[in-house]
């Protein structure tokens, strides 16, 4: 979807196409494992079982939506499993207990996720270092700078306050019971993302994943757009942080290996590693579908060791089958020739 | 065709991510699982690889032997002791001794803990002149790395004992074996190996009666018929095997009914999650698990399902004996006696100074009941609480900040 190759009147329908394609293969196997889900617990469906599914699911949308972000514009972010983990570490220490020091220690929070985003995109942008090494460096950084703080085990509580965005939520609405804050803030954070993704920055973000050489031509700044995905991501994986937090307090294996689950989720959700291709929707479907999974397993009894293998063999057919059926290419027209020299070029030159 | 190539990078980056989630589970565990349609707790009958009839009757009775020793100093105290000769060992200048400590890694809580208690042990020998300095390395849980640490100390030449802590059963041998062969005396402790050339071997009582002491409880305060899940951390490591093993075995014998049993890996979220599913779909009565690492995150599932507390098997950590007495829940504490990282250098000094030790040198290990519960949480008052209450160091220098501030 490079915008600036798109002739005059293709926006309305290269976003139908989207719509029909992209998301298409994620979203029938969401409904399919729903479908297996309410066979095997038909109460699954009632309000409240339904809504600990989204409070539970709400931390892997946002962090797929951050992990989305990095992904589309080409790049990796490795560091947000570290960076969730030294985040509830570090809330956990400051807060202590305290529930007036929650929303400074929030802010401080934030504050910490956006240095650490801009980091690893000026290095990546400006240093020229491969994200994936930049990130694999930040999340190595993060992981041993909380051991070296805490020793190994953390230290200090969160407070009532700072655990409500995660375990609590409206109590008393009809039908569900309860709606879960987690649930209302993930929907807040997708709805943001589809728009900014419309937005003239969105179509940037896409533009110099696809093929940053001619984006750069038709003026967009490269790495301006980049570094501001890896903050978005480091912003996304903050308040996930937050949320997961909050939901089962601190242990010393919090955030352990999300980095894999967030970019599993993406790319189940159609959207293609190197960047380019792909939307936000899909990005939300592959999260729930994942979670969806891991519920699935434990509805069937499926052994805990060999989940890992089942997960990865319904990913790979996905895939396959969503490029099979053409999901991840490009509308004909859009596809450029591969058999012109001058475009050839430009390709090579990628980063 | 540009797409397809994409893909296929796609594809196989993919499968990279999934085979490198993949290797950390470890495999060989298949017969403990029971079959799909059958569920993962219907088998109750342990598997052939981590079950020994014989070992486990053994730890079974040494729970309720008097063990030899000091009364108010668990970690100086031995069951069943055969005390062997090590006046070839002791040297001249015991002040000056170099101990050489190769640990297997500082990766959870517990280890944390009890590295610290040796660290504060060693200050407290070096005052009192029965040993002079001392040295560890960390092997982050690799093996090779840990063989080649001890390669190293043996190379060195420096050492005038080596205690090592090993982070495998039968990769580890070959390398404390290369130890022994150095002529100075070697200690091993926690996780064994398959050899004895080493002067003592230490450890608590075992798996066996951490399992039992747990599922025991559960039988004894749950009706018959009642429900109990099993929350694991991972297949494939020994000690967390024989805790899983006593507790099937037990459970096999009572009326209770275990729904299943399931992998965490310790993580608060997963058992949270897990737990919640399982509220869904019916009563728990019991919650029985093969260590304590996230216990409160179980119980919150049941406070946000709106269900009575379960009984449940924790271990001696803070947070777990914290929501104990504030909820005031019916529970025990299995303990893994923490305090077993002070025995290993008081044995090297011994061992130096040509006193006689134990060949198998079998430390306590007794869970925390409610009567102890507001006694051992005053002692831990200050401590953070992934602290671990049986850690015994209270009488060592540096308390309680070394704990506190780690």
Same mark, same amino acid.
């Given at each position: 979807?490079?915008?600036?190759?798109?002739?005059?009147?293709?926006?309305?329908?290269?976003?139908?196409?989207?719509?029909?394609?992209?998301?298409?293969?994620?979203?029938?196997?969401?409904?399919?494992?729903?479908?297996?889900?309410?066979?095997?617990?038909?109460?699954?469906?009632?309000?409240?079982?339904?809504?600990?599914?989204?409070?539970?699911?709400?931390?892997?949308?946002?962090?797929?939506?951050?992990?989305?972000?990095?992904?589309?514009?080409?790049?990796?972010?490795?560091?947000?499993?570290?960076?969730?983990?030294?985040?509830?570490?570090?809330?956990?220490?400051?807060?202590?207990?305290?529930?007036?020091?929650?929303?400074?220690?929030?802010?401080?929070?934030?504050?910490?996720?956006?240095?650490?985003?801009?980091?690893?995109?000026?290095?990546?942008?400006?240093?020229?270092?491969?994200?994936?090494?930049?990130?694999?460096?930040?999340?190595?950084?993060?992981?041993?700078?909380?051991?070296?703080?805490?020793?190994?085990?953390?230290?200090?509580?969160?407070?009532?306050?700072?655990?409500?965005?995660?375990?609590?939520?409206?109590?008393?609405?009809?039908?569900?019971?309860?709606?879960?804050?987690?649930?209302?803030?993930?929907?807040?954070?997708?709805?943001?993302?589809?728009?900014?993704?419309?937005?003239?920055?969105?179509?940037?973000?896409?533009?110099?994943?696809?093929?940053?050489?001619?984006?750069?031509?038709?003026?967009?700044?490269?790495?301006?757009?980049?570094?501001?995905?890896?903050?978005?991501?480091?912003?996304?994986?903050?308040?996930?942080?937050?949320?997961?937090?909050?939901?089962?307090?601190?242990?010393?294996?919090?955030?352990?290996?999300?980095?894999?689950?967030?970019?599993?989720?993406?790319?189940?959700?159609?959207?293609?590693?190197?960047?380019?291709?792909?939307?936000?929707?899909?990005?939300?479907?592959?999260?729930?579908?994942?979670?969806?999974?891991?519920?699935?397993?434990?509805?069937?009894?499926?052994?805990?060791?060999?989940?890992?293998?089942?997960?990865?063999?319904?990913?790979?057919?996905?895939?396959?089958?969503?490029?099979?059926?053409?999901?991840?290419?490009?509308?004909?027209?859009?596809?450029?020739?591969?058999?012109?020299?001058?475009?050839?070029?430009?390709?090579?030159?990628?980063? | 065709?540009?797409?397809?190539?994409?893909?296929?990078?796609?594809?196989?980056?993919?499968?990279?991510?999934?085979?490198?989630?993949?290797?950390?589970? /470890?495999?060989?565990?298949?017969?403990?699982?029971?079959?799909?349609?059958?569920?993962?707790?219907?088998?109750?009958?342990?598997?052939?690889?981590?079950?020994?009839?014989?070992?486990?009757?053994?730890?079974?009775?040494?729970?309720?032997?008097?063990?030899?020793?000091?009364?108010?100093?668990?970690?100086?105290?031995?069951?069943?002791?055969?005390?062997?000769?090590?006046?070839?060992?002791?040297?001249? &200048?015991?002040? &000056?001794?170099?101990?050489?400590?190769?640990?297997?890694?500082?990766?959870?809580?517990?280890?944390?803990?009890?590295?610290?208690?040796?660290?504060?042990?060693?200050?407290?020998?070096?005052?009192?002149?029965?040993?002079?300095?001392? &040295?560890?390395?960390?092997?982050?849980?690799?093996?090779?790395?840990?063989?080649?640490?001890?390669?190293?100390?043996?190379?060195?030449?420096?050492?005038?004992?080596?205690?090592?802590?090993?982070?495998?059963?039968?990769?580890?041998?070959?390398?404390?074996?290369?130890?022994?062969?150095?002529?100075?005396?070697?200690?091993?402790?926690?996780?064994?190996?398959?050899?004895?050339?080493?002067?003592?071997?230490?450890? /608590?009582?075992?798996?066996?009666?951490?399992?039992?002491?747990?599922?025991?409880?559960?039988?004894?305060?749950?009706?018959?018929?009642?429900?109990?899940?099993?929350?694991?951390?991972?297949?494939?490591?020994?000690?967390?095997?024989?805790?899983?093993?006593?507790?099937?075995?037990?459970?096999?014998?009572?009326?209770?009914?275990?729904?299943?049993?399931?992998?965490?890996?310790?993580?608060?979220?997963?058992?949270?999650?897990?737990?919640?599913?399982?509220?869904?779909?019916?009563?728990? &009565?019991?919650?029985?698990?093969?260590?304590?690492?996230?216990?409160?995150?179980?119980?919150?599932?049941?406070?946000?399902?709106?269900?009575?507390?379960?009984?449940?098997?924790?271990?001696?950590?803070?947070?777990?004996?914290?929501?104990?007495?504030?909820?005031?829940?019916?529970?025990?504490?299995?303990?893994?006696?923490?305090?077993?990282?002070?025995?290993?250098?008081?044995?090297?000094?011994?061992?130096?100074?040509?006193?006689?030790?134990?060949?198998?040198?079998?430390?306590?290990?007794? /869970?925390?009941?409610?009567?102890?519960?507001?006694?051992?949480?005053?002692?831990?008052?200050?401590?953070?609480?992934?602290?671990?209450?049986?850690?015994?160091?209270?009488?060592?220098?540096?308390?309680?900040?070394?704990?506190?501030?780690?």
């Amino acid at each position: 979807m490079t915008a600036e190759t798109r002739p005059p009147g293709g926006r309305s329908a290269s976003f139908l196409t989207a719509l029909r394609g992209g998301t298409g293969t994620v979203t029938v196997l969401l409904v399919l494992i729903f479908v297996v889900i309410a066979t095997q617990n038909p109460s699954f469906f009632e309000g409240p079982p339904l809504m600990a599914f989204a409070k539970k699911a709400a931390p892997l949308v946002i962090l797929a939506i951050g992990q989305y972000l990095v992904i589309v514009s080409g790049e990796f972010d490795l560091s947000v499993g570290s960076l969730v983990g030294a985040q509830v570490v570090i809330a956990a220490r400051l807060i202590d207990g305290e529930e007036a020091l929650t929303f400074p220690v929030i802010g401080l929070m934030l504050l910490f996720g956006l240095v650490v985003g801009l980091v690893n995109g000026l290095v990546t942008t400006l240093l020229k270092v491969p994200s994936i090494i930049t990130t694999l460096g930040t999340m190595l950084i993060l992981f041993g700078a909380v051991r070296y703080w805490t020793g190994g085990a953390p230290t200090g509580a969160l407070s009532e306050n700072f655990r409500v965005f995660g375990r609590h939520g409206l109590d008393g609405v009809p039908v569900i019971g309860q709606l879960p804050w987690a649930l209302v803030i993930a929907v807040v954070v997708t709805v943001g993302a589809i728009l900014l993704m419309r937005s003239p920055f969105g179509r940037s973000l896409v533009a110099a994943g696809d093929n940053d050489t001619a984006a750069a031509f038709s003026g967009v700044r490269v790495w301006r757009v980049r570094t501001l995905a890896f903050v978005g991501s480091a912003l996304m994986a903050t308040v996930a942080a937050i949320l997961i937090g909050g939901f089962a307090g601190v242990t010393a294996q919090v955030g352990q290996g999300l980095e894999f689950t967030a970019i599993t989720a993406v790319v189940l959700g159609g959207v293609v590693l190197g960047g380019g291709r792909g939307t936000v929707v899909a990005a939300v479907l592959g999260a729930l579908t994942v979670e969806a999974l891991f519920t699935l397993f434990n509805q069937l009894y499926l052994p805990s060791t060999i989940q890992p293998t089942a997960q990865g063999l319904i990913i790979i057919a996905a895939v396959a089958y969503a490029s099979r059926r053409g999901d991840l290419r490009l509308p004909e027209r859009l596809r450029r020739r591969p058999d012109r020299p001058d475009e050839r070029q430009l390709d090579s030159s990628r980063r | 065709m540009r797409a397809p190539r994409v893909l296929l990078a796609g594809v196989a980056g993919l499968t990279l991510l999934l085979s490198a989630c993949t290797t950390d589970a /470890p495999e060989g565990t298949d017969g403990a699982e029971g079959s799909a349609d059958g569920g993962n707790g219907a088998e109750l009958t342990p598997d052939d690889q981590w079950f020994d009839q014989e070992e486990f009757e053994t730890q079974l009775a040494q729970r309720d032997i008097e063990p030899e020793g000091p009364e108010d100093e668990p970690w100086m105290q031995a069951i069943d002791p055969d005390w062997v000769d090590t006046t070839e060992f002791a040297i001249d &200048d015991p002040e &000056d001794a170099h101990l050489c400590f190769s640990n297997a890694s500082v990766s959870n809580p517990w280890r944390v803990t009890g590295f610290i208690t040796m660290e504060q042990q060693v200050e407290a020998l070096v005052d009192e002149g029965r040993i002079g300095s001392f &040295d560890s390395s960390d092997a982050a849980d690799d093996d090779n790395q840990q063989i080649s640490d001890i390669q190293a100390f043996v190379d060195s030449g420096d050492c005038d004992a080596i205690i090592i802590s090993p982070s495998t059963t039968a990769t580890l041998t070959p390398a404390v074996e290369t130890a022994c062969a150095s002529g100075v005396p070697v200690i091993v402790f926690d996780r064994g190996v398959e050899s004895d050339c080493m002067v003592t071997f230490i450890h /608590p009582i075992g798996g066996y009666a951490y399992g039992a002491d747990a599922a025991d409880f559960l039988v004894e305060n749950l009706d018959p018929g009642s429900t109990v899940l099993a929350l694991r951390i991972l297949p494939g490591v020994d000690v967390l095997e024989h805790r899983w093993a006593a507790a099937q075995q037990i459970f096999a014998d009572s009326e209770l009914e275990v729904l299943g049993f399931e992998f965490t890996e310790g993580d608060g979220a997963q058992i949270k999650d897990l737990v919640s599913q399982h509220l869904q779909r019916g009563e728990v &009565d019991g919650i029985w698990m093969d260590a304590g690492d996230g216990a409160v995150a179980g119980l919150e599932a049941f406070e946000d399902a709106g269900q009575p507390y379960p009984v449940i098997a924790g271990e001696d950590e803070l947070s777990f004996m914290r929501k104990w007495e504030s909820e005031e829940l019916t529970a025990i504490a299995p303990v893994y006696s923490n305090f077993q990282w002070r025995t290993p250098v008081i044995a090297a000094g011994m061992i130096l100074a040509g006193e006689e030790v134990p060949a198998e040198w079998i430390l306590p290990q007794t /869970p925390i009941r409610d009567d102890e519960l507001d006694d051992y949480l005053d002692r831990n008052s200050d401590m953070p609480s992934l602290h671990y209450a049986k850690f015994g160091g209270e009488d060592l220098p540096g308390f309680p900040e070394a704990w506190v501030d780690r």
